[in-house]
């Protein structure tokens, strides 16, 4: 196995319409998406479609949904260890103009215990948060035995500075330092004191400020995507880190540099297709994406 990510899982349904109706009223979407989601669990197709061997710890219902979740990651050849609840979880994903506004409906009471999962080989972990407890102790497990972790930190959570002492890459949201009160640079110092290797913050179309191995803070701007070209930027995050741990297991001794440069250009292609599916990255699309927008 190269990657376990652990994670909630989703089904997004992904409506583009130019109104969103409120009280008595109707309206028909231009187009939409059902796909898979979640923060982590969009992350592991990601890397698995990128060409490496990916497992995932995520949630999982009899369901439908589940079923249909189910199926979705046999074909990307994801190995799924299921933690049961009752319900799948849903995100309704509406974009808009670059931005995008989600209502989740969830099921986190679980039917069973977190899955035991042999670490024996792992290369790296990757998690969002959710999970709480499994997350961390497979963060524990993984950093005593030398597997490279890394967290999604989108938004605070019970389990964040607890589990950032066990991290080595962390990639966060500005979502989180507004609810900690910080700003940018002094994120990247929190990071750093929490014994984080490699940190970034992302900011949307302004891209990442992050510190290198050697601790020293740089930006990387957004690619120039052509406004009339972005669709929907949701789960353009997710395809970042996925990206990322892909361009590492292809090449650990490389620098994060090189490797934060692959992952943008891969979400750079996720925001110029409606819904999780239709834009995860194959190698080619992110040469592709490289070649257009990247300056040379």
């Excluded at 102790?137 to 030398?146: E, L, Q």
């Excluded at 389990?159 to 900690?180: K, P, S």
């Excluded at 669709?231 to 934060?260: C, E, M, Q, R």
Aim: aromatic share 8%; net charge negative; proline share 3%.
């Amino acid at each position: 196995m190269d990657a376990l990510f652990i994670g909630q899982t989703y089904i997004d349904v992904t409506l583009l319409a130019d109104h969103v109706p409120t009280g008595d009223e109707k309206a028909v979407a231009k187009d939409y998406a059902v796909s898979f989601g979640g923060n982590a669990v969009t992350a592991a197709f990601a890397c698995s479609k990128l060409e490496h061997n990916v497992e995932l710890i995520c949630t999982l219902a009899d369901d439908w949904l589940g079923h249909m979740f189910a199926d979705m990651a046999e074909r990307y050849r994801v190995k799924l260890h299921p933690r049961k609840v009752a319900r799948s979880s849903l995100s309704f994903i509406m974009p808009n103009n670059g931005k995008r506004a989600i209502l989740r409906a969830r099921d986190a009471d679980y039917l069973t215990e977190a899955p035991a999962v042999d670490i024996t080989g792992l290369r790296c972990l990757h998690l969002d948060g959710h999970l709480s407890t499994t997350a961390i102790d497979y963060a524990k497990r993984c950093r005593a035995s030398g597997v490279l972790t890394s967290l999604d930190g989108g938004g605070l959570r019970e389990n964040t500075h607890d589990l950032l002492g066990f991290i080595d890459v962390a990639v966060v949201a500005e979502r989180l330092c507004e609810q900690m009160n910080l700003s940018t640079e002094a994120m990247l110092d929190y990071l750093k004191s929490r014994g984080c290797k490699i940190a970034g913050v992302t900011e949307g179309e302004r891209g990442m400020l992050w510190y290198d191995e050697s601790g020293t803070v740089s930006r990387l701007p957004a690619l120039p995507v052509p406004k009339e070209l972005i669709i929907d930027t949701s789960g353009a995050g997710d395809v970042f880190h996925g990206a990322y741990l892909s361009a590492w297991l292809a090449n650990p001794k490389g620098a994060w540099n090189d490797h934060f440069h692959f992952a943008r250009a891969a979400s750079a292609h996720k925001i110029q297709h409606l819904g999780n599916e239709a834009g995860i990255p194959s190698q080619a699309d992110v040469a592709a994406a490289r070649a257009r927008f990247e300056s040379k």
